[in-house]
């Protein structure tokens, strides 16, 4: 008797890293592995590395007839055409249709997502967003990523690029976003890049203030050092995070009062911060929100291993297939 299709290979493509697994129903990774994306100068020969990666996973975990699908996430990825569209940071230029693919070379049917999709599939499937089915996932690391579920089904808008939060402007005419040339977007603040950014702004605003950040150079200044210094007690440090925060916060009234979800969930690197970001960022969320909608939306950490999330959230859409 055939073994039941209770098994799904998840991929994240990351500029530099592609991570992938094994993953069932259940949300367990019983397998997994990585490769470097940024390596290969054509997608035929990505997709050629992973399938020798990938076939003895599968081999061992019983056989191409124990799999569902396969799920992706990546950069720019279109869900409808199951194509990867002008990624700026892959090697792969224009249009990739790497979902069909996928599909010739593993003979498996595939979906595609971008990242921040796949993010939001995993914690409606397996993290603290099961069950909810109006809520909004804002990844927080390099950039900021987003993905709107609503009535149980990610928002794609009519081209499949809908639910890009991160780039919605939030200070007119304010920071330079380096990558793509607009001005005081969400992106440019709220990232671990844009903490960095507000450090180095602050260090030369307030000179006469004391601050632990002046032990490190500029190209030493991370947000991870920027958070180890709040944890000390530093002023400037903890003045990043309440502006952070604020940015954060404002932004997410905006997006409540568009969609009123029932929760928002963070992810990413910056969340490590804790309530150090938490907190700012909720006080100008609520303070930002018309009567109706306030205290009535919870303010999440993801509950999500950050190594196994993006596998995860790219292998839930092999079930949503279902």
């Not at 498996?108 to 993290?127: I, K, S, V």
């Amino acid at each position: 008797m055939a073994l039941p299709k209770e098994l799904a290979i998840g991929i994240d493509v990351g500029g530099t890293t592609t991570k992938f697994g094994i993953v069932n129903r259940q949300g367990e990774i019983l397998q997994q592995d990585r490769i470097p994306t940024n390596t290969h100068e054509n997608v035929d020969d990505f997709i050629d590395d992973l399938y020798k990666k990938l076939t003895p996973m599968m081999k061992k975990a019983g056989g191409k007839t124990r799999f569902a699908g396969i799920g992706m996430g990546a950069p720019n990825g279109n869900f409808y055409s199951g194509t990867i569209e002008y990624a700026p940071n892959l090697k792969w230029k224009g249009i990739i249709p790497i979902a069909d693919l996928m599909h010739k070379k593993f003979k498996l049917q595939t979906r595609l997502t971008n990242d921040a999709n796949a993010a939001a599939m995993g914690e409606y499937m397996y993290g603290c967003a099961k069950g909810i089915k109006h809520f909004i996932t804002i990844t927080l690391g390099t950039g900021v990523g987003s993905g709107i579920m609503i009535d149980g089904k990610i928002l794609l808008g009519h081209d499949g690029f809908a639910g890009e939060l991160g780039h919605t402007v939030i200070r007119p005419g304010g920071r330079l976003h380096k990558g793509t040339g607009m001005k005081g977007s969400l992106e440019a603040y709220a990232s671990a890049t844009g903490v960095r950014e507000t450090a180095i702004e602050y260090l030369t605003e307030y000179p006469e203030t004391e601050s632990l950040l002046r032990n490190y150079s500029i190209n030493e200044l991370t947000s991870e050092t920027v958070y180890e210094c709040a944890m000390q007690g530093d002023t400037i440090a903890n003045r990043i995070f309440e502006f952070t925060g604020q940015i954060l916060g404002e932004s997410l009234s905006n997006f409540i009062m568009f969609s009123s979800p029932e929760a928002i969930v963070l992810f990413g690197g910056l969340t490590k911060a804790g309530n150090l970001l938490l907190n700012p960022t909720r006080k100008h969320m609520e303070e930002n929100l018309l009567p109706i909608f306030k205290n009535k939306v919870k303010l999440l950490f993801s509950e999500l291993k950050e190594a196994d999330a993006a596998i995860l959230g790219a292998s839930a859409l092999v079930w949503d297939m279902d």
